[in-house]
């Protein structure tokens, strides 16, 4: 009895502390949440990067951060944001014709200006702008009734705020701007430190959202500047969860998140867990009229197959003016992917993360079932596609979004010994799509795969 007991207490010190660090958050939680669900099917979600930046079509922030233009004229551009064309409806509608299942729109950038009717400053589109109106409602009460989830990108560091110091970067362009502090009613709270304060605001205006627009997801930016602790995460979590059990966080809640965010450069391996990459459509994240270097409709069909390829989502980004239109250049390649995704539907919302690298040259997926498999083509082929190491008897092959059986055959392997032959698909140029083909193989049973270094053959004919 003695023995157990001392057994019991040694195993409670030994363990506790491991027991501590697997509760410690991981990147990202770990924690179920229902919401994981319509995001892992999305695919494709389209990201907004709208604000008073979109008015001198300026970098969103940064430019102010960096000096580029004072405080005072950055702000000043709230004078001009009309938001006189802003067409919740047809942005809704053309996200949709895109192919995608959800939108992110800036309610908040770094640069502190919300785009909603916040009481709890007056750096806000109604306060500030002629535009008057609150632009997240209409949006978010768009998106729903197309279907759409909605999402709101919310930065947690704030350069307005009197409150607010960068930590990680000394605030360079910002450091003698006058602040608004009549902006930031703050009567009641001068006992606070001005951390606690500021803690209190972002939380209260990330209640605000929660409360007026129940989103479905919420995008974290900007936390790179404090700690967990600092930003009271683990806090912020547990109150978003509250107010509602599904809404999902991206990573940049320093660890607190659900999902991980590459930006700007396509993952080369495969990201652990659930991932979104996001990525802008030609170099900036919001309008800039001279940058016209877009990406081609092939770049980014290109891009987002080799994010279906891996499992995640890809999170495509355009940059309305200030009047709420958006460039012809990004709705046509936005039109163009959706006449794609239409076209090769089965290869896109239902499948999973497909085979590991060196079967196929480029990107493939699998159906829920694994009994297809899907291939990617992404140049023109040269006599044939090759497909190695498949151990699975072919049933069919056939060019998604087309109604013909492909020809192929097996050359080499020895299945008498258990290595498989190379498949070979001849396409014909009529069954080549002007972006990327997708071939569908189908197979017997589930896919089996042999990823042996090769041996040799014991027993030949
Ligand atoms: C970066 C930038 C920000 C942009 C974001 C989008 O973190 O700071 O301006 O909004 O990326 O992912």
Redesign the pocket.
Known sequence: MKNKLTIALVLFFILTPFLRAQNAPDRPFKEWTKGMEWFKNAKLGI?I?WGLYSVKGI????SMYHKRISFEDYMAQAEGFTAKNYDPKAWAKLFKEAGAKYAVL?AK??DGFALWRTKLSNMNVVEKSPAKRDLVALYSDALREEGLKVGL?F?LCDWSHPDYKPVVFPRKGIVNAPYPTDDYPREGQERLSPWERFVMFYQGQLKELMQNYNPDLL?F??DWEHSAEEWRAKELRAMLKNANRDVILNS?LRGYGDYK?P??GVPVTKPDGPWEF?MTINDS??WQPNDTNFKSSYQIIRTFVECLGMGGNL?L?VGPREDGTIPEPEVRRLKDLGGWIKKHEEAVYSTVAGLPWGHFYGPTTLSPDSQTIYLYVLNNPKEFVALKGLHNKIKKIRAVGGNKELKWKISGGAPWNNIPGVVLITVPKEELDPFVTVLAVEIEGKVKLYRAPGQAVKLND
């Not at 970098?59 to 940064?62: A, I, L, R, T």
């Open positions: 990201f990067h970098s969103e922030s940064w800036t950038h770094h990108y930065s995008w930016d900007g940049r965010t930006e700007q996001c994240w919001g999170l980004d």
